[in-house]
């Protein structure tokens, strides 16, 4: 099955690597205001979902499903549920981090909820590209500036770093000692990262 590509309204400056990073058989799903990302993305809707608060309803020949107002899911976290629904496994995520700090971390949240569901998952922004690393271990190669660990739920256990400026062997970062942050892959390695207990996410900077 083809990949979900979940399009949100947060501003996005970098068109050019949202371009580069979608696939033409991937599945688009752009959630209210994400229409206006339309365009310059260069990708048609293959499924419209949104309440239309803050943009008009389109009324494309496009599948779309119109949310109410007063809800208890934001327009992109029901996307993703509805994705799920259809049995998608991969996604990726963009136009979901910007301005609005509590939809930005609601919107990592997406990224917990769909690894919690086996599923693999990324959030695309101008800056980073993030995703939740826990049963597996994730890899970072050197065209990346920094790399970062974040406990964003409960502390992690048996982290490890390997190929990197800060390695680490069977250590804890939790919510309240970020330790994690800015890390750098050796040149010409690709970094590991892996977790033996509990979860983090990992911000790549580019």
């Not at 990949?3 to 991937?26: F, L, M, Q, T």
């Not at 419209?48 to 949310?67: A, M, Q, R, Y």
């Not at 959030?123 to 970062?148: G, N, Q, R, T």
């Amino acid at each position: 099955m083809s990949r979900c590509v979940i399009v949100g309204g947060a501003d996005i400056e970098n068109y050019d690597r949202v371009i580069n990073s979608i696939d033409k058989d991937d599945f688009m799903i752009y959630c209210d205001s994400g229409l206006k990302h339309t365009e310059r993305i260069g990708h048609n809707p293959d499924l419209i979902i949104g309440d239309f608060d803050s943009h008009k309803n389109p009324h494309l020949d496009v599948e779309t499903i119109v949310l109410p107002v007063v809800k208890d899911d934001t327009d992109t976290v029901y996307a993703a549920k509805e994705a799920l629904k259809r049995g998608f496994d991969d996604y990726l995520l963009t136009g979901v981090i910007g301005q609005r700090f509590d939809h930005s971390m609601g919107n990592i949240g997406i990224l917990i909820m769909l690894t919690n569901q086996n599923k693999k998952a990324a959030i695309l922004d101008d800056w980073s590209k993030m995703e939740i690393v826990k049963d597996k271990p994730a890899f970072i190669d050197d065209s990346y500036s920094y790399f970062s660990l974040l406990a964003i739920s409960k502390e992690a256990k048996g982290v490890t770093i390997k190929n990197a400026k800060y390695e680490l062997s069977d250590g804890r970062i939790s919510p309240d000692y970020q330790y994690g942050v800015s890390n750098e892959v050796t040149p010409g390695k690709l970094a590991e990262v892996s977790v033996s207990e509990g979860e983090l996410l990992l911000v790549k900077v580019f």
